[in-house]
């Protein structure tokens, strides 16, 4: 949180000094043309600054944005992503374990993993002659989405020969496993309202909030349990909300 904060503050301090140049008889227009490079190049920053400010993020997106300016006020935006959705995986001191005879019983182990991919292209909006610029913005994307998840079971029994409570790995039954998978298609849509930052001539910072409707068409499905499959499938139109993103780009 307090790394936080003295981005702002640096953030501000260079506002200021921008105000400064205003009161200097600099005008609007030989303020805006500091700025100069048609092109700026971006990263989303908002894991690791989750991570200084001590907290967790539950939903990792990692985005290489870049954006063309098409007028003063007007930019065409490409970005791409990688989401982790879920990352979860269960081991012997997590599982549970379930008895299935009087001297032996199994540990199961659940795991699930998803991730998705997608290219974003649309256009953003701002005010060229401030150092701090309400943003707003506007995608189309295409993407695809993965989603693995099974259960693990580790057979034990009671070894009543070398100790009187001496549970060990089975070696009448190998470990055994069920698993499903789903893949999708995405198309979607979405819209960006945040606030842009100057803080020098060749830098931006943008805090953004991107809500976005996605519809997801199933490629491929197998599963060895038809149950957990169904419990899981999740085709058709979703709404996602998402967070403030962070994104630091360089203009060129």
Avoid at 204 to 212: A, F, G, I, N
Wanted: glycine share 6%; charged share 20%; with cysteine.
């Amino acid at each position: 949180m307090k790394v936080f904060f003295l981005v702002l503050l640096v953030a501000l301090a260079n506002v200021l000094n921008a105000q400064e140049d205003y009161a200097n008889g600099e005008s609007e227009k030989e303020f805006a043309l500091r700025f100069s490079g048609n092109n700026m190049v971006g990263l989303n920053l908002t894991v690791p600054a989750t991570l200084l400010m001590g907290a967790e993020h539950f939903s990792p997106r990692y985005s290489l944005l870049f954006r063309r300016m098409l007028q003063s006020n007007k930019a065409l935006r490409i970005w791409a992503n990688y989401e982790i959705l879920d990352d979860y995986s269960e081991d012997i001191t997590t599982a549970d374990a379930v008895p299935t005879g009087a001297n032996t019983f199994e540990y199961r182990a659940d795991y699930r993993s998803s991730y998705r991919t997608d290219v974003r292209v649309g256009m953003d909006w701002s005010k060229p002659d401030r150092a701090i610029s309400a943003v707003y913005g506007a995608d189309i994307f295409a993407g695809y989405e993965s989603y693995h998840f099974g259960t693990n079971y580790t057979p034990y029994f009671l070894d009543t020969a070398n100790c009187s409570n001496c549970w060990v790995p089975s070696p009448f039954e190998a470990t055994r496993s069920e698993k499903g998978e789903l893949e999708y298609l995405l198309l979607g849509a979405d819209f960006s309202i945040g606030c842009l930052f100057r803080p020098s001539e060749k830098t931006e910072v943008t805090l953004q909030w991107t809500p976005e409707i996605t519809s997801r068409s199933e490629l491929h499905s197998f599963s060895d349990d038809a149950t957990a499959l169904r419990a899981i499938r999740n085709d058709g139109i979703s709404f996602n909300f998402r967070g403030v993103e962070l994104f630091v780009g360089i203009r060129f």
